[in-house]
T-cell receptor, first 114, second 113 residues
């Protein structure tokens, strides 16, 4: 079975550029989560969707960050304009509709902003 | 709001030593508890989970965890660690019926051969 698929795996770009991270959740899962992981702050929940609707975006750092989920099989996290402090590993995770389901994580996108 | 505390940030053990990583949560209602492992350069993977029933939960790779409701704890244990257990371990909790999971800050385990 395909797991959560994230792209790209690595992204290096200059500050000020727009960055778009992509995620395909596991088929049939109805909740999707975006996390950011850094050495300083550990694993932070940025936003999560349920049935394609954003439920909690309180973790989104600022207006430069935006996330969308246009359908059940695709989500994007966009940073515009990017800054060096956005450098981190960004994980996407999904979980099923049944109660008490664990989250399944993608391999992450390692983002470096120069 | 629920929260999770992992008191050990970095643990160093020799191979064959026993392991216990602490996890405490704060939430008064029904909780689901998880331990995830992240090997170097990889994503988080589920080690074990507790939803109900036997408070002693056995997971993959010889790990187990015990839910002690009175102490709000869910400590992870392994009788004899291996070098391949070197990883970061995250405790997580969600309250029954909600899918949002709160993660602890993680414990880095280094096993020395």
């Amino acid at each position: 079975d395909a797991g959560v698929i994230q792209s790209p795996r690595h992204e290096v770009t200059e500050m000020g550029q727009e960055v778009t991270l992509r995620c395909k959740p596991i088929s049939g899962h109805n909740s999707l989560f975006w996390y950011r992981q850094t050495m300083m702050r550990g694993l932070e929940l940025l936003i999560y969707f349920n049935n394609n609707v954003p439920i909690d975006d309180s973790g989104m750092p600022e207006d430069r960050f935006s996330a969308k989920m246009p359908n059940a099989s695709f989500s994007t996290l966009k940073i515009q304009p990017s800054e060096p402090r956005d450098s981190a590993v960004y994980f996407c995770a999904s979980t099923g509709a049944k109660p008490n389901q664990p989250q399944h994580f993608g391999d992450g996108t390692r983002l470096s902003i120069l | 709001a629920q929260s999770v505390s992992q008191h050990n940030h970095h643990v160093i053990l020799s191979e064959a030593a026993s392991l216990e990583l602490g996890c405490n949560y704060s939430y008064g209602g029904t909780v689901n508890l998880f331990w995830y492992v992240q090997y170097p350069g990889q994503h988080l993977q589920l080690l074990l989970k507790y939803f109900s029933g036997d408070p002693l939960v056995k997971g993959i790779k010889g790990f187990e965890a015990e839910f002690i409701k009175s102490k709000f704890s869910f400590n992870l244990r392994k009788p004899s660690v291996q070098w391949s257990d070197t990883a970061e371990y995250f405790c997580a909790v969600n309250s029954g019926g909600y899918q949002k999971v709160t993660f602890g800050t993680g414990t880095k385990l280094q096993v020395i051969p």
